[in-house]
């Protein structure tokens, strides 16, 4: 089973191409004015580079958020386009869920900043079930949501938060400091999926955004 791998989340994405469960190669991009003006032009690349076509690809996975409103959509857009016109599966993948596979501890709190003073979070057991579902939230708040568990904080990023836990019990739990570079894990995840019976239909692929958009906030409050 071949699988293509798509996160173009946030500045930085990556991509993936693996063989079952196993990584064959895997490329950190960066797109600080987006990825709709260079995403297909890597992915023709990396295919080539590997001598494939699209049509070679069983699986298309990408990130479903989530992260960039812009970003999340090119991706999955992009992974469900190509299931489509080649008749292939199409899984989405929380990123908060491929971030959780960094992790080693039971129980794995994963961080995401989400601007606006606000954090992406979650906390996930080992075997991937969720315990505490995924939402935006301010750091304070998840510290007491997550109350005297023990866990292990995983994030890309973590520095900015390390502040809030000083003189906390928090404080003393690891940190994993997870790659930037999502994609392999978000297609090992997918291939798992597809073995355990997802049929991988483009037409039930939605985003995970967890906050809505600005445009959307705004329409609602006027419609108040």
């Known amino acids: ?34 990825f709709s003006g260079m995403l297909f032009e890597r992915l023709d690349a990396l295919l080539t580079r590997e001598g494939l076509v699209p049509d070679d690809i069983d699986v298309f996975a990408a990130a ?12 999955l857009a992009a992974a469900k386009g190509l299931a489509e016109v080649l008749g292939k599966a199409v899984i989405p993948i929380s990123n908060l869920e491929a971030l959780s596979r960094f992790g080693t501890a039971p129980l794995r709190a994963t961080v995401l900043d989400a601007r606006r003073g606000e954090v992406f979070a979650a906390l996930y057991a080992d075997d991937g079930k969720l315990v505490i579902e995924e939402q935006v939230i301010r750091f304070p708040h998840l510290m007491e949501l997550l109350g005297e568990r023990d866990f292990e904080w995983v994030s890309p990023h973590f520095e900015p938060f390390l502040p809030a836990l000083v003189g906390t019990r928090l404080a003393s739990l690891p940190v994993t400091v997870a790659s930037r570079a999502l994609a392999a894990v978000i297609g090992q995840i997918a291939v798992a ?6 049929t991988g239909e483009p037409a039930s692929v939605e985003a995970n955004y967890v906050r809505r958009s600005d445009a959307e906030l705004l329409w609602r409050e006027a419609a108040l």
Do not use: K
């Open 1 to 34: 089973m071949l699988t293509l791998a798509l996160d173009t989340t946030a500045e930085f994405g990556s991509m993936a191409l693996l063989r079952d469960e196993v990584v064959v190669t895997e490329t950190l991009l960066h797109a600080p004015d987006g």
């Open 64 to 75: 479903s958020g989530p992260g960039s409103f812009t970003g999340v959509r090119i991706g």
């Open 193 to 198: 999926r597809m073995r355990g019976g997802d």
